[in-house]
């Protein structure tokens, strides 16, 4: 008689730990010896949990949302102590890690957001909610492709298109939920503006901003809530000066309290930033202390301005021969007009 519920082993190398997910999980850079493959291998204890079988239902969710801009899962499987995911390895990291480096430019924000986006609305179009939008949780590909990862807090949508999910992280809460139970696609819509809103301005200052609200350790809720209502936090005056204007009224919008006056789709967030000015897309953005500098290659030179205490220096960088100012930028008390002109000539 034909058995059909063969038990199979698979074996790896768990080589190095290179995160943890929480209390209950680690993350591990393996190797499957069958395979041949350098692999990412989540372990999670199954004393840590009431339901051990509850945590396949991420690999069930990774597996049916199939995407190019969405992390496959490679298998799920178990043993008597602990369950693993196995998905692929990508050594370039995360888009936080990225983040940590450097400002992106703006066509970097632009193309990762288009990217994760697209794999974004494909878990949509299969009545999911990913619920735990954020930079760590978008890894980007050998190709430098943003890839939406960490389906964790994702959940099916009931017949009104409505779901919870089992637990929020607070950094990146919508209003809604200090009102609501159950919440629509417009809760990743908000995280998606929120994530945007990161690339632009950097963690390091949306951290700050958080933290402002954090007294001995705990979160003053009441305040933090009134900010996110009042559209005070994150602070909509903080980006650098190159960051466009449509970039900032995208992410407005993503951020309204309501639900119903963000976009009703997060295909709608890339559509809005279709018709950015090429001169804006490739400045790069650093910030040392006091001073703020952006760069840009431009007609085989670089070209860049530095400004500190309010004076600027603007300078002509040719591949080879002698560095030259540019005089009308070089100006004490350099007006924001001044600069967005600097950014495109």
Request: hydrophobic share 35%; charged share 25%; proline share 5%.
């Amino acid at each position: 008689m034909l058995n059909i519920n063969t038990v199979a082993e698979i074996e790896f190398e768990l080589r190095e730990e290179i995160g943890q997910e929480g209390r209950n999980s680690q993350v591990f850079r393996s190797y499957d010896q069958a395979l041949d493959a350098e692999l990412v291998v989540k372990r999670v204890p199954k004393n840590s949990v009431a339901d051990a079988n509850a945590l396949f239902n991420e690999a069930r969710t990774l597996y049916k949302s199939s995407h190019p801009y969405v992390v496959p899962i490679n298998y799920a499987c178990q043993d008597n102590d602990f369950i693993y995911l196995a998905m692929p390895y990508f050594p370039n990291g995360s888009l936080a890690q990225l983040m940590s480096q450097r400002f992106l430019t703006v066509r970097e924000i632009i193309r990762f957001l288009c990217q994760f986006v697209s794999g974004l609305h494909n878990i949509h179009s299969k009545g999911l909610i990913h619920f735990d939008i954020k930079p760590d949780n978008i890894l980007l590909s050998h190709r430098g492709e943003a890839l939406l990862s960490d389906f964790g807090l994702a959940k099916h949508t009931n017949s009104l298109g409505l779901a919870r999910p089992n637990q929020m992280y607070v950094k990146q809460l919508p209003p809604e939920c200090f009102a609501a139970n159950e919440y629509t696609t417009a809760f990743d819509v908000y995280q998606v503006g929120l994530t945007l809103y990161r690339m632009c301005v950097g963690s390091e200052k949306f951290n700050q901003q958080f933290m402002s609200y954090v007294v001995a350790g705990n979160l003053e809720r009441p305040q933090f809530e009134a900010a996110l209502r009042n559209e005070v936090f994150p602070n909509r005056t903080a980006y650098p000066e190159h960051i466009p204007d449509k970039v900032k009224q995208t992410i407005s919008k993503c951020l309204k309290p309501s639900p119903d006056d963000r976009f009703n789709s997060v295909l709608e967030i890339t559509n809005a930033l279709s018709t950015i000015d090429e001169k804006l897309l490739d400045w790069q953005f650093e910030l040392n202390g006091n001073q703020k500098k952006w760069s840009k290659e431009f007609d085989g030179a670089i070209k860049y301005i530095a400004i500190e205490n309010g004076n600027s220096i603007a300078k002509r960088v040719p591949s080879a021969g002698k560095e030259t100012n540019i005089n009308q930028y070089c100006i004490n008390n350099i007006g924001t007009r001044d600069l967005k002109r600097f950014f495109k000539i």
